[in-house]
């Protein structure tokens, strides 16, 4: 894989509810959100960590772009 997830890990990461690295659950990441946190970027940093393997990056998306709705 040249920076591409396989379609399996594109599945799990879109069902992930949490940040495995960090063990950042989900809600931690839509208080971020509603903290005003606008991007994973953002999210991260208002937790304190910053993003490992990127697997939860999906899960955050979504949170965010619920959040905007």
Known sequence: MTGRMSQ???S???E???CTCHDISEAAFREACAAGADS???CFKHIGRMP???NCVPMIRK???E???
């Open 63 to 65: 949170v965010l772009s």
């Open 67 to 69: 959040g905007k709705a």
């Open 8 to 10: 399996a890990r594109v």
């Open 52 to 54: 490992k393997c990127a």
């Open 16 to 18: 992930r509810r949490h």
């Open 40 to 42: 994973v970027k953002a």
């Open 12 to 14: 799990q990461a879109q």
